[in-house]
């Protein structure tokens, strides 16, 4: 089987040092948690759920010393149901230990929005442009952990003087199948597509004030397709694809040919939270996944258009542990997987940057 290799670099450092500092988890969800939101949520909005820890190797080992909760709590997803209900709404996503980095220059101050807390001000900001939702499916006999992720999601453009953003998400390597090199297989991600959407009334949405804006992952009646600036993805053989205002490349996350080069991409990438801890630690990949570039993404010049990514992965033997007796010790791994989605303004006149962040180092 052929495979593609995401950028291989060749690092001046074999490992990054990062400063010691505390990340704040969002706790587990039960098993049982979980079973009763899916079924609330297949047809009429979720009740919220209560969930008691489940004491595991997994939790109590690593978890507890990551947070300062002393219980779990299950994401209340009521408000994010809506009228047609679309697919990524009917499963609770299994992507648990999330972060919201946001930061934009809309008043000429850089200002930092980051939080490590679901439902909090930080959070609502930040998914007004990027949201990202996972869940398990069975495709063909293989298990893929498939993704929906959406980019500008209030259809709002983040630009003034630049007129070009960009979106990219990075695939969750730690468990992906890949080759023994750790490059892309070619059946590595299937089902890819970005699809472009806007407002039906734009008037509803307001650039500045976003705070009520509708967005495309929760509000998706408000929406349209525009399909002349949509495509789907033959992955990895389309390294590079144009459509409509966009083009599609991979190899877009953070460059490791050198610190000086990785630092650069940083601030491109993520502008004044280029040095934020949780960032630093999901864009520089151990070994042996080292000196690789696993990020995916568009360019584009249609700034007031939301983008939908669909995406499955393919997971590797030890993403799930199928001996495991508790919920939290079988999906341990892919709870702890690092991936993230940003929505950014392209250009170094630029600040803005909305990174939608999942993962942990249960060694931290």
């Known amino acids: ?24 988890t969002l706790p587990l969800a039960t098993m049982a948690a979980l079973l009763t939101a899916a079924t609330c949520l297949g047809s009429q909005p979720a009740m919220a759920v209560t969930a008691t820890t489940i004491t595991t190797p997994t939790y109590t080992s690593t978890a507890k010393k990551l947070t300062n909760s002393t219980g779990s709590v299950y994401q209340d997803r009521e408000a994010d149901v809506v009228v047609n209900n679309p697919d990524w709404l009917k499963t609770p996503s299994i992507l648990e230990f999330q972060r919201y980095r946001s930061t934009n220059d809309e008043n000429k101050d850089k200002t930092t929005m980051n939080s490590d807390e679901y439902g909090s001000d930080e959070h609502n900001t ?33 630009v003034k003087l630049s007129n070009r953003q960009w979106y990219i998400w990075q695939v969750p390597y730690q468990i992906a199948k890949l080759n023994p090199d750790s490059f892309f297989e ?11 959407y806007k407002l039906k009334d734009a008037s509803q949405n307001d650039k500045i004030k976003r705070k009520m804006n509708f967005t495309l ?11 002349n600036q949509s495509t789907s993805i033959s992955f990895p053989n389309d390294n590079e694809k144009n459509f409509g205002a966009s083009m599609f490349q991979y190899s877009l996350g953070p460059n490791l040919t050198s610190d000086s080069q990785y630092e650069a991409n940083m601030k491109n990438l993520f502008h004044e939270n280029h040095d934020d801890y949780a960032l630093g630690k999901a864009t520089y990949p151990a070994y042996p996944y080292s000196s690789k570039n696993y990020g995916i993404g568009i360019q584009t010049t249609e700034v007031n258009l939301a983008f939908h990514m669909h995406a499955a992965v393919k997971l590797n033997d030890t993403a799930i542990n199928e001996k495991a007796t508790t919920y939290d010790e079988k999906y341990a791994n892919i709870h702890n997987a690092w991936t993230w989605a940003d929505s ?13 962040v999942s993962g942990r180092d249960p060694q931290s």
């Not at 495979?3 to 990054?16: D, E, L």
């Not at 869940?135 to 500008?152: M, P, Q, R, S, W």
């Not at 950014?344 to 939608?356: D, I, L, N």
């Open 186 to 196: 070619n059946d590595t991600i299937r089902d890819l597509r970005f699809d472009a």
């Open 344 to 356: 950014a303004t392209y250009g170094r006149t630029t600040s803005s940057s909305y990174a939608w």
């Open 126 to 158: 930040l998914i007004k442009k990027t949201d990202m939702y996972a869940h398990i499916e069975t495709i063909n006999g293989a298990k893929y952990l498939v993704f929906d992720v959406f980019f500008n999601n209030d259809a709002q453009s983040m």
């Open 1 to 24: 089987m052929t495979t593609a290799k995401p950028s291989k670099h060749t690092s001046s450092k074999s490992s990054r040092k990062h400063s010691a500092h505390k990340i704040h």
């Open 217 to 227: 992952s929760r509000d998706f009646d408000k929406f349209e397709k525009v399909d």
